[in-house]
């Protein structure tokens, strides 16, 4: 197959936009939607600190080496990555983002639930069983990212999300019902570390290109507890229907930004946990899981 734009040989077939794509056209077309996506939501400001969240997967490692470059062409901005060490072993092995940051040239941090928490996902895996392994390692893990990058000075903390994870992440609140969260979508809220998301409008297979041709050893195992997510379910039904209707995902993530636009706030305002310091909802989810881990071990 030939480039749709200039005849050289395609190296993707986009089926939503119907083009072909050679390499430079494909590398070209991603930066600008990634720009476009940060231009869109206004995420990045002259003097704003960026904390890349680096797990050493292909999503976050495509992030830091797009937005290294970016932060080239624009010396106001600064740039550092930090990874979380959830303490999963067999999968996490923080020597594989040291050396993706030492590649690209920059600095790096390394933050781990055993320091920040006394346990590890696998600990709590132990104690609690692994059918809410992802449940408590993703509110833990946002939460110490955002104490990460706010203590190193970040103003953004930017997130290797692609357009499959938001797509899922809208279906997912629909399957639960959870309206809260539809209605909130990304609003800023006090107190956190506003989050952004270059990658929100390119799709995954996209995104692992783009890092395929861009970043060596990036990571490529799977979590032993991924089976656990909901999410997993949500992904195997969202492909099966997008290879039918390949526009979907993008419907599903205008949605969840339509909804969020309405500005209505549903559940309580945020607060900050009296535990913690950290800003949360009625209760705090960290802390109160994490009393529920210390519970167990009494
Ligand atoms: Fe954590 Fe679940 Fe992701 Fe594994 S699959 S890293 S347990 S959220």
Redesign the pocket.
Same mark, same amino acid.
């Given at each position: 197959m030939l480039c749709s734009k200039c005849r050289r040989p395609a190296i993707i077939y986009q089926r939503y936009s119907g083009l072909h794509l050679c390499r430079n056209h494909f590398v070209a077309d991603f930066q600008a939607k990634a720009k476009r996506a940060i231009r869109t939501h206004s995420w990045l400001l002259p003097g704003d600190s960026i904390a890349v969240a680096l797990s050493g997967g292909k999503d976050s490692a495509a992030l830091l080496c797009f937005l290294h470059g970016l932060v080239s062409e624009r010396p106001d901005l600064r740039l550092f990555a930090v990874t979380i060490d959830?303490g999963?072993s067999g999968?996490r092995d923080t020597a594989v983002p040291v050396k993706i940051a030492e590649k690209i040239g920059v600095k790096h941090h390394i933050f781990s639930f055993r320091e920040e928490f006394g346990t590890t996902?696998d600990e709590i895996v132990g104690l609690r069983g692994d059918s809410l392994? =992802?449940s408590y =390692?993703?509110v833990l893990?946002r939460r110490l990212l955002n104490t990460a990058a706010r203590k190193l000075g970040a103003t953004r903390l930017a997130l290797g999300l692609n357009l499959d994870d938001e797509a899922q992440s809208v279906l997912m609140n629909t399957l639960r019902g959870d309206v809260e969260r539809l209605m909130r979508g990304d609003k800023h809220r006090e107190g956190l570390v506003q989050r952004i998301k270059p990658f929100m409008y390119i799709p995954e297979r996209e995104v692992a290109l783009y890092a395929y041709l861009h970043v060596e050893g990036f990571a490529t195992g799977r =979590?032993p507890?991924?089976h656990?997510?909901l999410r997993a379910d949500v992904r195997s039904l969202l492909n099966d229907f997008a290879w039918r209707h390949p526009s979907t995902r993008h419907s599903l993530v205008r949605l969840g930004e339509e909804l969020a636009s309405l500005d209505i706030v549903r559940g309580s305002e945020p607060g900050v946990c009296p535990e913690c310091g950290e800003i949360c909802g009625e209760i705090c989810r960290s802390c109160q899981m994490l009393s529920e881990v210390c519970r167990n071990e009494d």
């Open positions: 959830e999963i999968y996902v392994s =992802c =390692c993703g893990r =979590c507890y991924a656990n997510a």
